[in-house]
């Protein structure tokens, strides 16, 4: 059982703005040896200050004066108790070493729930599951289970109660917020919103775009990033990474007024990386911010906000070994202080009389009603062990076996992976394909009845980029003619699964 040491001794009264103010007993807890490697918090933006509502320039708070300054403790919680022996995906101890300037800490692998999961299949058999689906929604981490089991005890309502128990939950809730933030590379103002997930985080973009704001976007993009926008500027996939760059400066130029830059950093499709740090460079060039999809880069590479010059990044807990319901929006203040709150209710509201006075820092702001504490902890828990491994390790193993996969893929006569960019382009763990003689959700189901693989079949929530890809016009989500089958990997994930796909798509493909 995971310990829950609390306080060395009752914190005082809490009031709204300082309700994270208890200090726990920081002599217990994985959180501060686990410290994120990310730039201190006190590292300042880049180059870019001030900001307006025209959206010309890229940053900073606006509205001086009228925005409260966000509280969050900056004290580590004891509420872990998790520490578990973790497991490499092959089962054996691996530990991350330090990169370059990384200052990671070095810890096993996490070990993922369900990774014993039984499951049945023709004859009645039960197999393993190999899990090859993480691009939709990873397994949970170890260490995030045992944050949740360990913060439940004293669950209770945030940022209001008086009660030992609130505010014990609030400052959890304020310290998943803080390790989110530097997880992420933010820097010190950026705000930091807790959403349902990355639709969640992109749709409340969308609604504090300042009026008139034109989007761009490429039609590679999940729908979650290419649909929430009411004025948008569609690209082409581009041809290569290059072109991707020179498409984007020659649509921002022509844009008058705020403009916005959405792309994800790594194709939840394809798996291959964008190169937002250049996508970046020339959004600000244009007096546009970014907002960069990061969903289906989070779980397989480190993310540094301030470093690549990031307006906004947006991610899900459930694809980053958090699967209880939060996800985050992260970014540029000024935006978000003045579009309008995106649920309208209690906790967004400091006021209401004959007029309503709603609060002006973004998180109160845009997280009105009980927020999703507990995915909150989760997701600030996948953060703490992703770092505590070390990305060094992750993307180390991470890359063997991605490579075992595409190299047995491409020997099989009859299978076709999807790129956009080539076979030598870099790619997260996630690798899409097409089996000839067989629509995607023939292989889809005979890989799960007769093999126990679970993959994703379909358009993956990317139509036009589908299309694309398979050069066939797209009848719907129903059109299994216009789909593929997508295999994605994570920590869990073993020679022996990547193995057993390989074997039933041989047999598939000779039968
Ligand atoms: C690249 C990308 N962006 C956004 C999303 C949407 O994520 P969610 O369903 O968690 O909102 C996904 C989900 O597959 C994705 O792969």
Known sequence: MPTLTI?????????????????????????????????????????QTGSSKAGSSQTGSSKAGRSRPHRSPQTGLSQTGSSQAGRSPAGASVTGASPAGGGEAERPIPAVLGADLQVPVKGGRLVGYANL?????????????????????????????????SQLTTARYEQARHTVRAFAGARP?????????????????????????????????????????????????????????????????AIDGPKLLVVTAASNVTGELWPI?????????????????????????????????????????????????AGVLIGRRDWLTDGEPYLKGGGAVRSVGDTTEWHDDPEPRHEAGTPNVL????????????????????????????????????AIEGVHELSLWGDDHPRVGIVSFTVSGYT?????????????????????????FLQHLLGKSDGGCDDD????????IGIGTTDAHVDRLLEALRNLTTR
């Not at 807790?194 to 993009?221: I, K, Q, S, Y």
């Not at 995607?440 to 036009?464: N, Q, T, W």
């Open 440 to 464: 995607a959700r023939e292989v889809a189901e005979i890989l799960s009845s007769e093999y126990g693989i679970g993959v994703r079949d379909g358009k993956f929530c990317a139509h036009p």
């Open 277 to 325: 740090a250049a996508l970046a460079h020339i959004a600000h060039r244009h007096g546009a911010r970014i907002l960069v999809d990061a969903a289906q880069y989070v779980p397989h590479r480190r993310l540094n906000l301030t470093a690549l010059d990031l307006d906004y990044v947006a991610f899900s807990g459930h694809k980053l070994y958090a699967p209880f319901g």
């Open 481 to 488: 003619t216009a789909s593929a089958v997508r295999a994605s």
């Open 133 to 165: 689906d993480y691009a939709a929604s990873a397994p949970c981490l170890e260490p995030v289970s045992a944050a949740v089991t360990a913060a439940l005890p004293a669950y209770s309502s945030v940022h209001r109660g008086a009660g030992y128990a």
């Open 375 to 410: 995915g909150a902890i989760a997701l600030a828990a996948a953060c703490d062990a992703l770092t505590a491994t070390g990305w060094t390790a992750l993307v180390h193993e991470e890359e063997r076996l991605i490579a075992r996969l595409r190299s047995g893929l491409a």
């Open 189 to 253: 103002d950026d705000a930091v919103i807790f959403t349902r997930n990355t639709t969640d985080a992109t749709n409340l973009l969308a609604g504090c775009l300042p009026e008139g704001t034109t989007t761009v976007v490429f039609d590679t993009e999940h729908h979650a990033s290419l649909l929430p926008w009411k004025k948008s500027v569609r690209l082409a996939p581009p041809a290569f990474p290059g072109e991707a760059v020179r498409a984007a400066d020659q649509a921002l130029a």
């Open 7 to 47: 306080f060395n001794s009752v914190p005082s009264q809490p009031t709204p703005s300082n309700a994270a103010s208890p200090q726990p007993d920081s002599s217990h807890t994985d959180r501060s040896q686990a410290a994120p490697s990310q730039p201190p918090l006190s590292q300042t933006a880049s180059s």
